[in-house]
């Protein structure tokens, strides 16, 4: 195996991926079942043994046997053959991530983090929602209310919803925030928290150094997310993994042309993050993966239609492994010939024939090189993987997480003080204020009145000597005591309507 190139297969002859051009991107393409998984597990093996670290979903957990010693069967050592490849059986470093905490170590990061334009992203919101998001996020910075998990979320909208003066005060300077969009905002954090997403917010938030570690004999750790379970909630797997690459691209330094990549990262499911995705969110994807190579990370789209990737994003991937695809329907044909047609073509190749035609296991494979020129397409063999075939089973998953370098780092949540604890306790102090203005005025003003209208004396008792009230006393005592009550009440609804508006329920 070349030092500075990763084997991906052989053609007429053997087809190789610079690491020099490892971070100028890529895409796996190809119809179900035409083997996408093992082209991306033969990349990964490639960029680990390079001291190359690499982040991928593992959507139906076939990729976790990366982590297990691969097997000699016939049809691998007969494929090794064929592309000239000396097989060995290996493993390789790998720590499982999950963001519900059941197949690996949990990921999470803070609200704040986040952000406003991914988090409305994450919720579905319309552009005025966003904006409401937008007000929030500003008025909880300049407030110290830090934004870590959902319930911190929550409590800010309960007090932008119930608090007019707050309303009046945003108004003022940001324009109107409606009761109608915070109360859309809260039923889609509902919706959030109930597909499981309260679990990915909070602290300890991921390291982000923690995904571009190698192990004592220099290899690159595979990062693997499990996201079987994660699908079924496609909109919090496209927005995670976008917000992974954006917290790459702003705390990577800039590193320029280096001789192999920082990080590899593997986006399989590619159309999730571009579906109904608002134009903003395009241009800012197209952005990312235009600057984030300077930054020594290489991106990896993986998905069964090359249709799926905008064109602005499609002609940033330099590196390309076509599998075959169908042609059954008028979009089917579309999608062979804009797959066709991206390849530098080879005149010995009919290369819209070809894609229809391929076998399960071969490719059409065109790569960055020289001075960065793509070469030209040729139909490929794809090398056989050196670690396992198809998952691992429970009890190898849980032995590999006992050994993890990161076991208990993030295991535990840690529930910091932020914007739903202190507008707590700002509730409750203003709660406890309330109860003693309330007990100060009651007392105090019926003393007062009792004073003007019976004359501050004693009550009458045994031994005393008063002579009976008369009639009027009595309904003047009787009249001084209600309002004095009545009054006091009025004043402590008063300022319980105040703190509860500000707030809610205690």
């Known amino acids: ?15 190789w991926l610079a690491l020099k051009f490892g971070n100028r991107h890529g895409l796996i393409t190809g119809a179900t079942g035409t083997g996408k998984t093992v082209s991306l597990q033969v990349l990964a093996e490639g960029f680990s043994n390079a001291g190359v670290p690499v982040f991928a979903a593992d959507i139906k957990g076939d990729l976790s046997g990366v982590a297990a010693m691969g097997e000699e069967k016939p049809f691998i050592l007969e494929r090794a053959k064929q592309v000239g490849l000396d097989w060995h059986a290996d493993q390789f470093p790998v720590v499982f991530w999950d963001l519900f905490g059941e197949q690996g170590h949990p990921i999470r990061a803070t609200v704040a983090e986040m952000g406003p334009l991914l988090l409305s992203r994450l919720m579905d919101l319309n552009d005025i929602q966003e904006g409401v998001i937008n007000i929030l996020f500003h008025y909880a910075d300049n407030n110290g209310l ?11 909208l309960q007090e932008l919803g119930s608090n007019k003066e707050l309303q009046n005060e945003l108004r003022a300077a940001y324009g109107n925030v409606s009761p109608a969009s915070v109360g859309a905002i809260q039923r889609q954090l509902l919706t959030l928290e109930n597909q ?20 004592r004999d ?42 192999k990549p920082k990080l590899v990262f593997f986006f399989d499911e590619a159309h999730l993050l571009f579906k109904d995705a608002p134009k903003a969110l395009v241009e800012k994807i ?28 499609l002609a940033q991937l330099g590196n390309r492994v076509q599998h075959a695809l169908r042609a059954f329907t008028p979009r089917d044909q579309r999608a062979v010939k804009a797959a066709a047609t991206t390849f530098r073509q080879n005149p010995n190749l009919n290369t819209e024939e070809a894609i229809t035609q391929l076998g399960k296991g071969e490719a059409l494979v065109s790569t ?3 001075n960065g020129v793509p070469s030209i397409v040729e139909r490929t063999l794809v090398s056989p993987p050196l670690a396992r075939i198809g998952p691992v089973s429970e009890q190898e998953r849980r032995q590999i997480i006992a050994k993890s370098p990161f076991r208990g780092k993030y295991d535990e949540t840690i529930d910091s003080e932020s914007a739903y604890e202190i507008l707590q306790k700002r509730a409750r102090q203003k709660l406890d204020e309330a109860e003693q203005v309330q007990q100060a005025d009651s007392g105090g003003l019926g003393g007062i009145l009792g004073s003007i209208l019976g004359g501050g004396s004693a009550p009458a008792g045994k031994g005393r000597g008063r002579a009976p009230m008369s009639t009027t006393e009595v309904i003047i005592k009787n009249a001084s005591s209600s309002l004095a009550r009545s009054v006091g009440t009025q004043i402590g609804r008063a300022i319980m309507r105040g703190v509860l508006g500000g707030f809610g329920r205690r």
Do not use: C
Request: glycine share 8%.
């Open 368 to 370: 960055l090189e020289g």
């Open 286 to 313: 197209e952005q990312v993966v235009r600057l984030i190579r300077s930054k020594g990370v290489g991106v990896y789209f993986v998905t069964q239609n090359p249709l799926d990737v905008p064109e602005t994003v």
């Open 1 to 15: 195996m070349a030092d500075d190139a990763l084997l991906l297969g052989k053609s007429t002859k053997q087809e």
């Open 146 to 156: 830090a934004l870590l998990d959902l319930k911190d979320l929550r409590a800010l």
């Open 196 to 215: 499981g997403g309260a679990k990915f917010f909070g602290e300890p938030a991921l390291a982000l150094k923690d995904l571009m570690r190698t192990d």
């Open 218 to 259: 220099g290899r690159g750790n595979i990062n693997l997310l499990a996201a079987d379970k994660l699908m079924a909630s496609p909109q919090l797997y496209a927005t995670f993994l976008l917000w992974l690459l954006s917290e790459l691209f702003q705390e990577l330094p800039e590193v320029g042309d280096v001789d």
